[in-house]
């Protein structure tokens, strides 16, 4: 019994070193100058850090990848979140939406921000410092409310 214990942790061990050859892409496409969300000109300084700390990991092209993203399987763990969360939202890609979907955007930041559900739990596992307290939770979405009102009655022309 105690042979086959050895010979499972032996293949577990080959397994998993050959598994490091095996990696996931991990790049930040370019940043368009115009189109950030900090480009828009109505976020204020206070928010673009909170939203730097918290948010830009995931939902922006300025992802900073650690030193654990050279890891598997924890790399393509982070590869799925970045993937996803750029495909709910991309901040760099900010201006490229209509005013109706950056509307939208702005409500379902709220509504995620105020459940609890972004940051993710498990972002917040080795990032505790992208953790949002009330009062940025609160500032978010007043933000996003006042945002949005101003994108959807935008001044006459």
């Not at 982070?78 to 709910?88: P, Q």
């Not at 950056?102 to 972002?123: F, Q």
Request: a negative charge.
């Amino acid at each position: 019994m105690k042979k086959l214990i050895v010979y499972a942790m032996i293949a577990g061990l080959v397994i998993f070193a050959a598994s490091q050859f095996v990696r996931p892409t991990f790049s930040n496409p370019e940043v368009i100058p115009g189109q950030p969300i900090e480009d828009a000109g109505t976020v204020p300084p206070e928010l673009q850090m909170i939203l730097s700390r918290s948010c830009n990991d995931c939902h922006s092209n300025k992802t900073l990848y650690p030193w654990y993203s050279h890891i598997t399987p924890a790399n393509w763990f982070m590869a799925d979140h970045i993937d996803h969360g750029r495909s709910h939202l991309n901040m760099s890609e900010w201006g490229g939406y209509t005013n109706d979907q950056k509307v939208r955007k702005l409500e379902e930041i709220c509504e995620e921000v105020s459940a609890g559900n972004m940051p993710l739990p498990s972002y917040l596992l080795l990032h505790r410092e992208a953790a949002l307290t009330q009062d940025q939770k609160d500032l978010i979405c007043r933000w996003t409310r006042d945002e949005g009102k101003r994108l959807s009655n935008p001044p006459p022309s």
